[in-house]
């Protein structure tokens, strides 16, 4: 999701998604889960394929989850895995979280992974999910944050890739490193019993790195990303260069890499 005069960097190529359906409540809301119960209402901003809000529906059953996305063809993708699922309890809504098609204290649980990083206004955007949250309630964000990824060994490509990443992200109206500025962003939204904590994901087995650098070496010739960076100077030799650097890195009987997320608990 992206909205507010920013695009969402990443785009919906299959490589993108294929990564964003690795995510599943336990790897990527373990901070929320201890909260949620049986007959909770939850709003999940920014659903994206719709497997992490899958899973949060089955945690608050009978209660109900609404998806929300940007359009309805991103919408989509989430509809797909939960009939997939036969999961119940699941509703749909086009909706832009800077303006938020809900009334006031809608919602028990106000849900956004990798959202913030990718909007225009991320303020006034946690100023829109506490707004639908009902006294009481919880709003929970996670994003990760680029400039503290880090990997061995040392690749210049993958340096690239990053330096690359950064300005593309940046120059389409979001911030990358989300994830350290969240806690500052819940302070200027107005919340004041905010706990903030961090995870990781990491990729160290033969299998992660496969997956990883495999993903990583196609969306940087094939997704949005790609698109962006071609337009704006960078030239299909050297994205091809990046690319490999990715497939090397993945090779590496040593290789290591570590994502670093900025995770929040907000008390409405």
Not at 29 to 34: I, Q
Request: charged content about 25%.
């Amino acid at each position: 999701m992206a909205g507010k005069d920013a695009v969402y960097t990443h785009g919906h190529h299959e490589s993108v998604l294929r990564s964003h359906r690795w995510r599943t409540a336990e790897n990527s809301a373990a901070h929320l889960l201890p909260y949620l119960r049986p007959g909770m209402t939850l709003l999940d901003v920014g659903c994206g394929p719709g497997t992490i809000t899958a899973d949060l529906a089955e945690r608050v059953t009978p209660g109900t989850v609404t998806a929300a996305e940007i359009s309805e063809e991103a919408l989509g993708l989430a509809r797909a895995e939960v009939e997939r699922r036969g999961r119940s309890g699941v509703e749909f809504s086009v909706a832009d979280v800077h303006e938020l098609c809900f009334p006031d204290d809608t919602f028990d649980v106000v849900h956004a992974h990798q959202v913030l990083q990718h909007v225009g206004d991320p303020v006034a955007a946690l100023r829109e999910m506490r707004r639908v949250c009902r006294p009481g309630g919880i709003v929970a964000v996670r994003d990760s944050d680029y400039t503290a990824f880090t990997w061995f060994p040392e690749m210049p490509e993958l340096d690239e890739w990053l330096d690359l990443y950064l300005r593309m992200a940046r120059a389409n109206g979001g911030e990358p490193d989300a994830g350290r500025r969240l806690l500052s962003w819940a302070h200027a939204a107005g919340f004041t019993d905010v706990s903030a904590t961090s995870s990781t994901w990491c990729f160290a087995t033969p299998e992660d790195r496969a997956w990883w650098g495999g993903m990583w070496a196609e969306r940087i010739l094939k997704s949005d990303m790609a698109r962006q960076a071609l337009a704006s100077g960078s030239t299909e030799e050297e994205l091809h260069r990046l690319s490999a650097g990715w497939h090397a890195w993945a090779g590496e009987r040593d290789g290591w890499l570590s994502v670093l997320h900025g995770e929040l608990i907000c008390r409405v």
